[in-house]
Nanobody, 118 residues
Framework: QVQLVESGGGLVQAGGSLRLSCSASGIIFSMYVMAWYRQAPGAQRELVALITGGGSTNYANSVKGRFTISRDSAKNMVYLQMNSLKPEDTAVYFC????????????WGQGTQVTVSS
């Protein structure tokens, strides 16, 4: 059974930093793409960043240069380092994973709230 558990959200002032963590279980970690999504109130869920099993990364334009996604295969963990946070980064952040083969099922964590005050 695939399980994703996020942690690290909270309240921070604009310009501050947070690091989100996601623990994955029930998967062969190296064969899964790991990603972070976010959903602000009244908005659609959007991709923030993803990282493949080989370490390739992709970022939303809105977070490039400020956020960094990384993974630790020894611990089955994925991280999102968020720097220079802005009020518009306020959202619930979700950890996501899917197998690297096309059209694979995807799995979601429960989400963690990030609030950036101005």
């Amino acid at each position: 059974q695939v399980q994703l558990v996020e942690s690290g959200g909270g309240l921070v002032q604009a310009g501050g930093s947070l690091r989100l963590s996601c623990s994955a279980s029930g998967i062969i970690f190296s064969m899964y793409v790991m990603a972070w999504y976010r959903q602000a109130p009244g908005a659609q869920r959007e991709l923030v960043a993803l990282i493949t099993g080989g370490g390739s990364t992709n970022y939303a334009n809105s977070v490039k240069g400020r956020f960094t996604i990384s993974r630790d295969s020894a611990k089955n963990m994925v991280y999102l380092q968020m720097n220079s946070l802005k009020p518009e980064d306020t959202a619930v952040y979700f950890c996501n994973t899917r197998h690297m083969r096309p059209s694979a099922n995807e799995y979601w964590g429960q989400g963690t709230q990030v609030t950036v005050s101005s």
